[in-house]
């Protein structure tokens, strides 16, 4: 393979997190009187960061209760972040071929720091991740490469040897503002055409397909 290094979002990339991450929000929803959402709905909630999350989900005309709902999500998903949420079929294999092969592994999440941490160490352990970060205080998040470029920089790698895999396009504005090689996967939480809308440089619906992706990765990828 040509790339050295392989950033990976979490939610809806390595992770099918998408139950657990409803019933939070529906369950801070109904705790504070507000109308709940098909658990399908937030998809398209997700992705941004919480505070983004609780926006979306919350009706435009009752903002003053964000902190609110935002604080009882919050203490909810922590003690039930891990009820359903698995790593998507075929993801845990990739991630250790690509480890075999010494591509460095790291994960880059607008999910809370410590949750992202959690989530990866709880149903990630065998994975050596060389970086996990996610939302902290005082770095941009995602589309911003700030973060991307940093765990570039922390790895040792060029932007241009790092594919970025996500499934959002979020990710894909992110791999593009950081000059890296943007990979797409369509079993996460957004369809295909925002996918290609945001330049995704390649579309896989399978592990198999990922791997073959990222086996084709330029060896170079020009940052704009």
């Not at 075929?90 to 994960?107: N, P, S």
């Not at 999910?111 to 352990?125: F, H, Q, W």
């Not at 593009?176 to 945001?198: C, I, K, N, P």
Request: hydrophobic content about 45%; glycine content about 8%; proline content about 6%.
């Amino acid at each position: 393979m040509h790339l050295r290094a392989a950033l990976f979002d979490l939610d809806g990339t390595l992770l099918d997190s998408l139950h657990d991450l409803a019933v939070a929000m529906n369950h801070a929803l109904a705790t504070h009187g507000l109308p709940v959402h098909p658990v399908a709905s937030h998809r398209s909630f997700v992705g941004e960061g919480v505070r983004v999350f609780v926006a979306r989900a919350v009706p435009a005309d009752r903002e003053d209760l964000h902190e609110a709902v935002l604080a009882t999500y919050k203490a909810f998903y922590s003690e039930h972040m891990m009820d359903h949420t698995r790593p998507f079929p075929g993801v845990l294999e990739v991630l250790a071929r690509l480890q075999g092969e010494g591509v460095k592994l790291a994960v880059l999440s607008n999910k809370p720091d410590a949750a992202t941490r959690r989530l990866v160490e709880s149903l990630l352990p065998d994975v050596r991740f060389c970086a996990v970060y996610g939302e902290r205080a005082g770095v941009p998040r995602k589309p911003d490469p700030t973060a991307a470029l940093g765990i570039a920089t922390e790895l040792g790698v060029e932007p241009g040897d790092c594919a970025f895999i996500g499934d959002t396009g979020v990710d894909m504005n992110t791999a593009r503002a950081a000059g890296m090689y943007s990979v797409a996967v369509t079993w996460g939480f957004r369809d295909v055409e925002e996918l290609q809308a945001h330049g995704a440089r390649a579309l896989v619906r399978t592990s198999d397909e990922l791997l073959q992706a990222l086996s084709g990765m330029p060896r170079a990828v020009t940052r704009p």
